[in-house]
């Protein structure tokens, strides 16, 4: 999976298509990501005996790593990933500047 936490996406298909947002989690063996304000869900939390009381909250649900693509905040438009290893070394790149991402 070329997307990884703290990176900064965008919505490349789905209902939230053309949204922007940071990556919370991501979920390799799944194939996941969760993005900060997209694909937003509605969960009833029930009391608990001390701590909270009943309210409705509006949590990120994870989409398919698939339906997002690396937003570059310098072109402003998303980007492909690609690598660049010499050695032991292991770098993502944008594939049409060949710039490092990480």
């Given at each position: 999976m070329?997307?990884?936490?703290?990176?900064?996406?965008?919505?490349?298909?789905?209902?939230?298509?053309?949204a922007t947002?940071?990556?919370?989690?991501?979920y390799p063996k799944d194939n996941?990501?969760?993005?900060?304000g997209v694909n937003v869900q509605t969960?009833?939390?029930k009391q608990t005996r001390k701590i909270q009381e009943a309210q409705i909250m509006h949590v990120e649900g994870p989409i398919?790593?698939?339906?997002?693509?690396?937003?570059?905040?310098?072109?402003?438009?998303?980007?492909?990933?690609?690598?660049?290893?010499?050695?032991?070394e292991k770098v993502r790149v944008n594939?049409?500047?060949g710039e490092k991402i990480d």
């Open positions: 070329r997307i990884k936490t703290g990176d900064t996406v965008v919505v490349i298909a789905g209902k939230d298509k053309g947002g940071k990556v919370l989690r991501a996941r990501v969760i993005v900060e969960k009833h939390q398919d790593a698939s339906n997002v693509m690396l937003y570059d905040t310098k072109a402003k438009k998303a980007v492909k990933v690609g690598y660049k290893g010499t050695g032991k594939r049409k500047t």
